[in-house]
Structures are given as C-alpha cells and as structure tokens.
T-cell receptor, first 114, second 112 residues
C-alpha cells in the first residue's frame, strides 16, 4: 500500500499566481480530507468529501480556494490567486467511513507564496 | 474557534521521564478522541485513541487518561525516549461524523 500520495512536495510561487495541489487517496478509502497546517493555528480542516461528494467546506477560508474530487482516486485543491498568507503545509488525508477508521495522511505540500 | 484546546505548546523531557500533554473540549457531541504523532517532513499518524466509555487506555508506553465530567483528556508517555521527539496532536470527532477537530499541537523534545 503506497499510502496517500501528494504532489508536489514543495511549491514556491509568486503572489497572484494559481496554485494546484494534488492528492491520490488510499485505494478503497471513500472519505478524503484537506487540512492546512500553520504554526499559529495547527491543523485546520478545509474541506472533506464522502464518496467524491463535498460534505463540509466551511473551513475553506475564501472564494480563492476551491477543491474537486472528480473520481475516487484523485482530488485537487486550487488557490487562485495565491497570497503570501496562504503559505503553509497542506495535507490530504483519506479514510474509510466508520467510527473507528483512522485518518491516513500524506506527507503534505509545503506552499510558499512570495 | 478552536474546538479542542491543547497544552503545552512545547515540552522538553529527559530520557526516561514522563511526558504529559493535556487537551480539553466543550462539545459533548464528541465521542472519539485520538492522538496523532507527527515527525518532521511527514504527515500525522494515529498513535492511540479512546472513547468516553472508558477512563484509560494503554498501549505500550503510551496511555490516554480521559475525564468525561471535566471534558479533558491527556496523553502520558512513560519512559520517554529520544525517538519520541515529535509533534503530538489531540483530536476529537462528533458522533456519526468523519472529520476530526485537532488541537494546536505539542512539540516534544526528549533529551538523551
């Protein structure tokens, strides 16, 4: 099992540019989560999907952020236009639905917006 | 608004000592309380979890203590080792939900 795969591992971009982060969940998992990690706020849930359908996007900070899950094996998080305050580590996680199912995290994408 | 409050922010412990990290919550709809461990450059990974119908759960050197009436839970790491140096997150999940609410994390350093 390859685990949750995120790409790229690092992204450096200039303010105003579009950024797309990618995630491949563990095969068979039907829930997918996008989290953002910063020193000040820790791990914040941005959005999560069940069976490819967005369930809760209340954590998406602004309309500049959007997420899609076109199929069970792929999701994207897009920021357009990016701003320096978006600099953080973005994690994707997947799980099975069910009370005792742990979240399996990818190794994250470190985004730096200059 | 932080749904799960975690302290301390950082912790330094001597090898062989006990590390204690505390968390508190307000929402009584939470019924699952996991702890995640994160090493630098990696994503968090599940360490141990507890449900509120028990007051303690132990797995090796790691123990969760749970106080339902006080709405608090803590992680105890016995005989702390340098390899335990990592960031630890407590979390909580509501009944019937999939998403976790995380604390802000505790950076643990175990000195040899």
């Amino acid at each position: 099992d390859a685990g949750v795969i995120q790409s790229p591992r690092h992204e450096v971009t200039e303010m105003g540019q579009e950024v797309t982060l990618r995630c491949k969940p563990i095969s068979g998992h039907n829930s997918l989560f996008w989290y953002r990690q910063t020193m000040m706020r820790g791990l914040e849930l941005l959005i999560y999907f069940n069976n490819n359908v967005p369930i809760d996007d209340s954590g998406m900070p602004e309309d500049r952020f959007s997420a899609k899950m076109p199929n069970a094996s792929f999701s994207t998080l897009k920021i357009q236009p990016s701003e320096p305050r978006d600099s953080a580590v973005y994690f994707c996680a997947s799980s099975l639905t069910g009370d005792n199912s742990p979240l399996h995290f990818g190794n994250g994408t470190r985004l730096t917006v200059t | 608004q932080q749904q799960v409050k975690q302290s301390p922010q950082s912790l330094i412990v001597q090898k062989g000592g006990i590390s204690i990290i505390n968390c508190a919550y307000e929402n009584t709809a939470f019924d699952y309380f996991p702890w995640y461990q994160q090493f630098p450059g990696k994503g968090p990974a599940l360490l141990i979890a507890i449900r509120p119908d028990v007051s303690e759960k132990k797995e090796g050197r790691f123990t969760i203590s749970f106080n339902k009436s006080a709405k608090q839970f803590s992680l105890h790491i016995m005989d702390s080792q340098p390899g335990d140096s990592a960031t630890y997150f407590c979390a909580a999940r509501k009944t019937g939900a999939n998403n976790l609410f995380f604390g802000t994390g505790t950076r643990l350093t175990v000195i040899p």
